[in-house]
């Protein structure tokens, strides 16, 4: 069995993805830390702008997940250059470029910059960094060295310091401990050393080898990990995949599942689950399952670990991209390289 070979996963996976995947845990103190130097804010900000992109952006989407019960302002990500209307003096907006050199997430910045807005941005360095320091504006360093995907967690966690900071979750570094020691736990129990026979990541990665994964989130609180998962997929495992959620998804999509036949690509179906979903969620998965999913090659449950909401978040996130990785080795593809988003922004310098 290959997910069971060390040297085969070392000689696939050359970059060593996996290896950062299971430092999730120390990965969340880090953030939280990173964090600390800034000074403590007193306003609470008229909304709360995210702009990123790709994995620098998922980041802006979990907090909004994680904000969503208790923040009394708007929490939106944007994924472009341009910002919405609103963005002015009272409002907080987070630039977050691992790299420090996106250039829509710089664009949105200057505009930021230029409406009066507070301006805090998270970054390994580059430009965005020199450009913030020179505004004047809070800057928050994370280790460098990383694919911006395998950092969520040191992008993200400063990101809830500075929402704890203005009061716009309870969240604190009691969660953040148990959040840390989750992860490490489950990081101990899914990760590459143990064997496929005791390990529901590895499992589900053999179940995923040739089908397209239908990521569905069971609650709208979790889209943003569905989302996770499914570009996760896409950059470790060079594998297509969909997304989508309840309540919304038993709108439209199940009846596009009466367009699969022998002829179709084989699906399987990974619902997302959470401890505290409503009732009304639970009902909405089975009788989908019962009555739309009959054509999937498979269907499988992921649930969520934790206390906490960031635990339970970050524990589906966790578990989404061990999965990633493991059906990238049983493709015999590195997790790391993203050749064709290279070529692609090439071609975009090049005009």
């Known amino acids: 069995m290959i997910l069971d070979d060390p040297r085969e996963i070392s000689r696939i996976d050359v970059a060593g993805m996996l290896q950062h995947i299971v430092q999730f845990g120390p990965m969340v103190r880090e953030g939280w830390q990173a964090a600390s130097a800034l000074p403590p804010a007193a306003a609470v900000p008229s909304a709360v702008v995210v702009c990123g992109l790709g994995g620098s952006a998922i980041s802006g989407d979990l907090l909004a997940a994680l904000l969503a019960p208790s923040s009394p302002?708007?929490?939106?990500?944007?994924?472009?250059?341009?910002?919405?209307?609103?963005?002015?003096?009272?409002?907080?907006?987070?630039?977050?470029?691992?790299?420090?050199?996106?250039?829509?997430?710089?664009?949105a910045f200057e505009t930021a910059s230029r409406a009066g807005a507070?301006?805090?941005?998270i970054t390994s360095g580059g430009r965005l960094a020199d450009l913030a320091g020179d505004a004047g504006h809070a800057v928050v360093r994370v280790r460098p060295g990383l694919q911006p995907r395998a950092s969520l967690p040191l992008l993200l966690l400063p990101m809830v310091s500075l929402a704890a900071r203005r009061g716009l979750t309870p969240i604190d570094a009691d969660d953040v401990r148990e959040t840390a020691a989750v992860l490490d736990e489950l990081a101990a129990r899914w990760g590459p050393e143990v064997p496929s026979g005791d390990n529901p990541a590895k499992r589900l990665a053999l179940a995923l080898r040739g089908v397209i994964p239908a990521i569905y989130a069971a609650s709208p609180s979790l889209?943003?990990?569905?989302?996770?998962?499914?570009?996760?997929?896409?950059?470790?495992?060079?594998?297509?995949?969909?997304?989508?959620?309840?309540?919304?998804?038993?709108?439209?999509?199940?009846?596009g599942w009466q367009g699969l036949s022998n002829g179709s690509p084989a699906v399987h179906v990974v619902v997302l689950r959470d401890r505290d979903e409503d009732p009304r969620a639970v009902a909405r998965v089975a009788a989908a399952r019962d009555v739309a999913f009959r054509g999937a090659r498979g269907v499988s449950e992921v649930w969520s670990h934790g206390t906490s909401p960031l635990a339970r978040l970050l524990?589906?996130?966790l578990f989404g991209d061990l999965v990633s990785g493991f059906l990238a080795v049983l493709a015999g593809v590195d997790p790391t390289p993203v050749e064709v988003i290279t070529r692609i922004k090439d071609r975009l310098r090049s005009g």
């Open 73 to 107: 302002v708007p929490v939106v990500c944007v994924r472009d250059e341009q910002l919405p209307a609103f963005v002015g003096p009272r409002s907080l907006v987070i630039a977050c470029s691992y790299s420090g050199h996106t250039e829509e997430t710089l664009r």
């Open 118 to 121: 507070e301006v805090v941005a």
């Open 223 to 255: 889209e943003p990990v569905a989302r996770r998962w499914k570009t996760q997929l896409n950059e470790n495992s060079k594998t297509f995949a969909v997304a989508n959620t309840f309540p919304e998804l038993v709108h439209n999509e199940v009846v």
């Open 315 to 317: 524990s589906l996130v």
